[in-house]
Nanobody, 127 residues
């Protein structure tokens, strides 16, 4: 059974950086497209960023473009979310997600595309 475990969350000050990790086990990591989502209090879960199986195709939500970077290590079976210049509005629970669906036209920004999810890690940005 595929399991995703996020780590690296915590309390950070506005303007600082933080890196989240997502460790994947129970499957062949390199066959999964990976994504990060987040859910702020009282709001719906939203897309943050995603990358393809080999890391060649990457896209970001407009709200994080230029500040956040998604990467992956297919040897360590991990995905990462590097967050720079964080803002209080980035406060949320961050989730990593994985899917084997990699067809052209796949709606990678939608929650329903992903079969596997982590339990989430809290990120709190103080002003």
């Amino acid at each position: 059974q595929v399991q995703l475990v996020e780590s690296g969350g915590g309390l950070v000050q506005a303007g600082d950086s933080m890196r989240l990790s997502c460790a994947v086990s129970g499957g062949t990591f390199s066959v999964y497209a990976m994504a990060w989502f987040r859910q702020a209090p009282g709001k719906e879960r939203e897309f943050v960023g995603r990358l393809s199986r080999n890391g060649g195709n990457i896209e970001y939500a407009d709200s994080v473009k230029g500040r956040f970077t998604v990467t992956r290590d297919n040897v360590k079976d991990e995905a990462y979310l590097q967050m720079n210049n964080v803002e209080p509005e980035d406060t949320a629970i961050y989730y990593c997600a994985a899917t084997k669906i990699v067809l052209v036209g796949t709606p990678f920004r939608l929650l329903g595309t992903y079969e596997y999810w982590g339990q989430g890690t809290q990120v709190t940005v103080s002003s």
